[in-house]
Structure formats: structure tokens, C-alpha cells
């Protein structure tokens, strides 16, 4: 990347880093600044609701690398964060590997310099709408073993993908290609649900231009080929909370669905 492309992805809002933003983080410019205080402002539920994605993703890793899946790929990876998806998996297995996928190139660098520091770990910078472009990577290829099972995480980032784009496509791509066992984890903004949700759909949709919130129904059928594990599809605050039982959850939190899956 040269300096002009780091000027050009510093002058316009990244989804990426209104994200960091949301969660606390630093790596952020003051266009993200702008976005992320405005969602928070006008979307009171904003920085729940992106807390709740992060901490359901990092739940869904755990449950993966407990189940034996030693090869992740986190696609719109984003920006590294607190506990990243390769720390917590080599918490469980130090051999487990990971790639990650994004495709803003600042994002991609940062994750070069702070997330791709041991022969497990690679960061690449594709797009999740061509999944050809992913599996034929020579770092994807020469890190993951096909063959074997890889757990795939698709953490709010099949919304961002419009249905002429084919997210249904997509998804057929990767379940053709895993082996048995191997798990496939997703989480959506859906439509429909509650007074909350047009607003906050047109607010996200008119600030970035693109993506689509889906029915409950339509999500699930982006596991088509798959077999969903339990709890199902719920919102991400109650996906296999760490302690006690369910809770009460604000509408906000409704807005957003989660969902692991195996492939038989």
C-alpha cells in the first residue's frame, strides 16, 4: 500500500473502523469518529449492539476449537481487537490456525503488523464476495488443509453483501468444499423483527450504501447444506451465554442473530 491509498481509505468512513470505534478500541480516524458518534447518538443501542456481535463471535470460536477444528477463517475480519480470533483458538490448541480475511487495505496492514506474528496466523486482503479469490490464495492454501475441517466465521458480514451478489452463492461455494465436521458460523442484522428495525436498517444502509437485513428464514437458509446446532438461530446475546441462564434482552440486542452449523 502507498501513501496515496493510505490517504484515500483515511478520507472515508470504514466500516471496519466505526466498528472498533463502537467496541472502545483506538484504531480509528476522525471521519470513523464522526459515523460511530452518530449511530450512537441517533441508534442509542449502537455500542450494545456491536458488543454483543463481538462477544457471541469470540463465544462461537471457543465452541469451535472445543469441537476439535483446528483451521479458522474469519472473513471481514476487521481490525484487531482486545482477544483476537487466533488468540483464542491457540488458547485451546496452540497449533490451531487461522486466516484472516478483509477487504480494506488499512485494515489488511494493520492486521499484517499485529496479527500475523507467528507461521499459524496470515492475513490476506480479498473479498468475501468472491470466494474463488480466497480459496485460491497461496497463503490460504499453503496454511489450511481442505481435507480437513475449517471452521468459517461470517460475523455481520453477509448483510453487507446485496442479494444481486449472490450471498446464497456464496455460502453454496464453502459448504461444496468442507470437509465433514467441519463448522460454519454466522451472524445477520434481520428485518422485520421490531419497531427498531427499519430505522436502524435505513441509517446503516444510507451511511454505507449497500447490504441488506434478512428474515429469520431467509438467514437460515444461508446454512442451506448444513446442519444448525443448538440454540438454533437467536439473537447474539442469548447464543450460548458463558453463565447463567437467559436473560431479558433490550430490543436492540434483538436486532442481531446468530447461528453455528455443522457440515455432516
Given at each position: 500500500?502507498n501513501?496515496e491509498d493510505v490517504?484515500a481509505?483515511q478520507a472515508k468512513?470504514?466500516i471496519a473502523r466505526?466498528?472498533s470505534?463502537l467496541?472502545?478500541?483506538?484504531?480509528?480516524?476522525?471521519?470513523?469518529?464522526?459515523i460511530?458518534?452518530y449511530?450512537m447518538d441517533a441508534?442509542?443501542?449502537?455500542?450494545?449492539i456491536?458488543?454483543?456481535?463481538?462477544?457471541?463471535?469470540?463465544?462461537a470460536?471457543?465452541?469451535?476449537?472445543r469441537?476439535?477444528?483446528?483451521?479458522?477463517i474469519?472473513?471481514?475480519c476487521?481490525?484487531?481487537?482486545v482477544?483476537?480470533?487466533?488468540?483464542?483458538?491457540?488458547r485451546?490448541d496452540?497449533?490451531s490456525?487461522v486466516v484472516?480475511?478483509d477487504n480494506?487495505?488499512?485494515?489488511?496492514?494493520?492486521g499484517?503488523?499485529?496479527?500475523?506474528?507467528?507461521d499459524?496466523?496470515?492475513v490476506i486482503?480479498?473479498?468475501v464476495?468472491?470466494?474463488e479469490?480466497?480459496y485460491?490464495n497461496?497463503?490460504?492454501?499453503g496454511?489450511?488443509?481442505?481435507?480437513?475441517?475449517?471452521?468459517?466465521?461470517?460475523?455481520?458480514?453477509?448483510?453487507f453483501i446485496?442479494?444481486?451478489?449472490?450471498?446464497?452463492?456464496?455460502?453454496?461455494?464453502w459448504?461444496?468444499?468442507l470437509?465433514?465436521?467441519?463448522?460454519?458460523?454466522?451472524?445477520?442484522?434481520?428485518s422485520g423483527?421490531?419497531?427498531e428495525?427499519?430505522?436502524?436498517e435505513?441509517?446503516?444502509?444510507?451511511?454505507w450504501?449497500?447490504g441488506?437485513?434478512?428474515?429469520?428464514?431467509?438467514?437460515?437458509?444461508?446454512?442451506?447444506?448444513?446442519?444448525?446446532?443448538?440454540?438454533?438461530?437467536?439473537?447474539?446475546?442469548q447464543?450460548?451465554?458463558?453463565?447463567g441462564?437467559?436473560?431479558?434482552?433490550?430490543?436492540?440486542?434483538q436486532?442481531?442473530?446468530s447461528?453455528?452449523?455443522?457440515?455432516?
Amino acid at each position: 500500500m502507498n501513501d496515496e491509498d493510505v490517504r484515500a481509505g483515511q478520507a472515508k468512513p470504514s466500516i471496519a473502523r466505526t466498528y472498533s470505534y463502537l467496541l472502545g478500541d483506538h484504531d480509528y480516524y476522525a471521519v470513523d469518529q464522526e459515523i460511530g458518534q452518530y449511530f450512537m447518538d441517533a441508534l442509542p443501542g449502537s455500542v450494545r449492539i456491536a458488543t454483543s456481535a463481538r462477544r457471541a463471535v469470540e463465544r462461537a470460536v471457543r465452541e469451535i476449537a472445543r469441537d476439535g477444528v483446528r483451521q479458522i477463517i474469519d472473513f471481514g475480519c476487521g481490525l484487531p481487537t482486545v482477544d483476537n480470533v487466533h488468540q483464542i483458538a491457540q488458547r485451546e490448541d496452540p497449533e490451531s490456525r487461522v486466516v484472516y480475511v478483509d477487504n480494506d487495505p488499512i485494515v489488511v496492514m494493520h492486521g499484517q503488523a499485529t496479527l500475523a506474528t507467528d507461521d499459524r496466523t496470515v492475513v490476506i486482503q480479498a473479498d468475501v464476495r468472491e470466494p474463488e479469490s480466497i480459496y485460491d490464495n497461496a497463503d490460504a492454501q499453503g496454511l489450511l488443509d481442505f481435507d480437513r475441517p475449517v471452521g468459517l466465521l461470517f460475523s455481520a458480514v453477509l448483510g453487507f453483501i446485496n442479494d444481486d451478489e449472490d450471498p446464497y452463492g456464496v455460502m453454496r461455494f464453502w459448504v461444496d468444499r468442507l470437509a465433514p465436521g467441519s463448522r460454519v458460523y454466522i451472524s445477520h442484522f434481520r428485518s422485520g423483527y421490531n419497531k427498531e428495525t427499519r430505522a436502524t436498517e435505513q441509517k446503516l444502509q444510507g451511511t454505507w450504501g449497500r447490504g441488506r437485513w434478512r428474515s429469520d428464514s431467509e438467514i437460515t437458509k444461508l446454512f442451506t447444506g448444513l446442519e444448525l446446532l443448538a440454540p438454533g438461530l437467536v439473537p447474539c446475546s442469548q447464543w450460548r451465554p458463558e453463565s447463567g441462564g437467559p436473560r431479558e434482552i433490550s430490543s436492540w440486542e434483538q436486532l442481531i442473530v446468530s447461528g453455528l452449523a455443522a457440515k455432516p
